[in-house]
């Protein structure tokens, strides 16, 4: 027995080798971008990251800290956050810095990391 392939078994893995081998392609022609949310509250912020309508991340940012992740242009990023001033905050901009600041009644509010505060 011959341990070669046959033509027939090169034949559909070429396909499939075309594909993986078109993937980076398709990932250059979507950047990735830098997300990212530091809390300057006075409290630890607790909220779920949505991306496109879906569960990515459960943060638990504490005063002082950044969450920071990247994503491909196009997607749709959401937090929603216990206590928050908003039921969801967004949709939000990957490169655009966002911090947590103190809002009235013991809640959290999200501003861009340039805006002032109350």
């Known amino acids: 027995m011959s ?17 993986l081998g078109a993937a980076p392609t398709a990932r250059a022609a979507h950047p990735l971008e830098h997300f ?9 912020v607790e909220c779920t990251l949505l991306v496109s309508g879906h569960t ?7 005063m002082g800290k950044t969450y920071g992740d990247d994503f491909t242009q196009g997607r749709l990023l959401q ?7 908003d039921d969801i905050f967004g949709p939000l901009q990957p490169g655009v810095d966002y911090r947590f600041v103190d809002a009235p009644g013991d809640h959290i ?7 002032p505060h109350l």
């Open 3 to 19: 341990k070669r392939p046959s033509a027939a078994a090169l034949a559909l893995a070429a396909p499939i080798l075309f594909v």
């Open 109 to 115: 509010k999200l501003v861009t990391a340039g805006a």
């Open 56 to 62: 990515w991340a459960y943060l638990k940012v504490h």
């Open 79 to 85: 937090l929603a956050c216990i206590r928050g001033t």
């Open 36 to 44: 990212q949310v530091t809390n300057d509250a006075h409290r630890v």
